[in-house]
Each structure stands twice: as C-alpha cells, then as structure tokens.
C-alpha cells in the first residue's frame, strides 16, 4: 500500500512541480479564483432557491441535495481528520495566486479530499441527473470549481480526484434512491 502512496504523491509532486512553473493568463487567474470562491458556501443557497421555485419536483430535489450533502460532508470531516494529508501551498505559495485557506472548521487545514470538489460534484451530479438541461453547465462549474482548488494550490490532484469521484458517487446514489 505505501508503494500506491508513494506513487500517488510523486504524481502530485510533479503535477505541483509544472503548475509552480507555469505563468498563467490574467484570464485563467480570474477564472481560477472566480470558481474557488463560487463554491465557498454562498452558491448553495442560491441553487435551493433556484430549486425550490420550481416547484415539487425542485422542492425534492432540494431536499435531496441538501441530504446528499450532509452525507458528503460527513465523509469529509471522516477522511480530513482520518488522513490529515497536508496542503501543497503549505510547502510553497503559487507566485500568482497567494491565496490562502481559509481555516473556518478543524478539517479544513488538511488537504485531502477536496471538499469544494466533493460537494460540487454532489449537488452538480444530482442536478444533472434530475434536470438534463442542467448537465452541461453543472459539469463545467464542477470541473471548474475542482481545477481551481489545484491551480490555486490549496490540493493535489489526487485530492480533487478523490473528492469528485466521491461526489459523483454520492449524488448519482441519492438521485437514484430518493429523486428518480
């Protein structure tokens, strides 16, 4: 098992190692802190709102994403306080971004998973399982918010992978035991 790990973090190592190097377009910079701070917690209450005026079948879907991310953030604190994986910006800031995480619960200094990716992948996988329409933008402001917390440097990949992979997983149960 430690040989997977050791793997996994070379992995992480190198994928650090290039974005530490990269000089990024003022456009990607915008757009990489724009959807880190999309999924802060300030997009969730506007996505229920949203949900709720659309009537029954929004109003359940709501309840159903708001349960699937209890569940979500359970298994995050569990995994957080489990694993407690360090932050790549620990080590060393990404020049362009100095963005610093914010420590507003206990968990929220390790690194792994990537609550941001797990809980927008969550919701985002049960809005486009109940909504079709919604598909596409939900998995472009999923990838989006995910890729950021990485170009930011606030996770590994490896991190953002295993939160998403979670998220999918969740929602696309939820959806399937309460919403279909």
């Known amino acids: 098992m430690s040989a997977v790990l050791a793997l996994v973090q070379a992995s992480d190592d190198r994928v650090w190692g290039r974005l530490l190097a990269t000089r990024h377009p003022q456009w990607v910079r915008l ?6 701070r999309l999924a802060d917690g300030w997009l969730w209450p506007l996505v229920a709102l949203a949900l ?3 009537g029954s079948r929004g109003l359940r879907v709501a309840l159903a994403a708001a349960f699937a991310a209890t569940l979500a953030n359970a298994l995050l604190v569990v995994a957080k306080l489990g694993v407690r994986r360090g932050r790549p910006c620990e080590s060393a800031r990404v020049p362009v971004f100095e963005v610093v995480q914010p420590a507003w619960f206990p968990g929220d200094c390790f690194s792994f998973p990537s609550g941001h ?5 969550t919701v985002g996988s049960l809005l486009a399982l109940a909504f079709p329409v919604l598909a596409v933008p939900a998995l472009a402001i999923a990838l989006s918010v995910a890729a950021s917390r990485v170009v930011l440097g606030l996770h590994w990949l490896s991190d953002v992978l295993a939160g ?3 998220g999918l997983f969740i929602g696309c149960g939820v ?5 279909r």
């Open 52 to 54: 709720v005026a659309h």
């Open 31 to 36: 757009w990489m802190l724009g959807a880190s």
């Open 164 to 166: 998403a992979l979670a």
């Open 117 to 121: 990716a797990l809980n927008v992948f």
């Open 175 to 179: 959806f399937v035991a309460l919403v």
